[in-house]
Structure formats: C-alpha cells, structure tokens
C-alpha cells in the first residue's frame, strides 16, 4: 500500500497564492507518476497537473501559466504552486501516485482549496 498526505489548503483571496504538498509513504517505488487532481461540488474530479519520474510536466488548460508542479524524489513528496488563483479554482484537491505498468493507483484523501472573490 502506498499512503498519501496532502497539506497546505486553506481559503484565499482572489489572486493570491498557496501551495500544496503531498508526501508519499508505505511501497513507493520509483517509476511512479504523481500529480494533482480536484473536485468541485457538482462536477467530476479532473487532472490538474501530474509530474513523470524524469521530471516530465503536463497541466490542464485551465491552470497553464498559473500553477506548477515539481516533486522531491528524494523525499517521495510532490508539489503543487499555485498563484494567480480565481474563485473556479475552488475544490477538494487530491493527490495522485500511480504505476500504470504495474496498475497500481493511490489516492490521497484531498484539501480544500477556497479562493474568495
């Protein structure tokens, strides 16, 4: 099993900032793909950003040029910097591990993100 712990959600204002973490324990294994997923109420959960073993990032549309992701493989920890921050933004954001080779996908239980108008 692997076990995911996200931290730094809160509530912000319209074009502020805040950063996410999310440190991974239990069987990690290199090779694994992390990234960031949310949920808003009412709509399904979308990738937000995810981040390859080699460094490889790819983003939604919505959060290009606003967010960004980076990890500490050394520390088994992903990161999410996110600025410039709309009230769209608004969900529960959940933490991603996954091994596709190997089909194994963990999720982190989320944090809410709140961004004010």
């Known amino acids: 099993q692997v076990q995911l712990v996200e931290s730094g959600g809160g509530l912000v204002q319209a074009g502020g900032s805040l950063t996410l973490s999310c440190a991974a324990s239990g069987r990690v294994f290199s090779g694994n793909v992390m990234g960031w997923y949310r949920q808003a109420p009412g709509k399904e959960r979308e990738l937000v950003a995810n981040i390859t073993p080699g460094g490889t990032t790819n983003y939604a549309d919505s959060v290009k040029g606003r967010f960004t992701i980076s990890r500490d493989s050394a520390k088994n920890t992903v990161y999410l910097q996110m600025s410039s921050l709309k009230p769209d933004d608004t969900a529960v954001y959940y933490c991603?591990?996954?091994?596709?080779?190997?089909?194994?996908?963990?999720w982190g239980r989320g944090t809410q993100v709140t961004v004010s108008s």
């Open positions: 991603n591990y996954r091994r596709p080779i190997f089909s194994e996908n963990w």
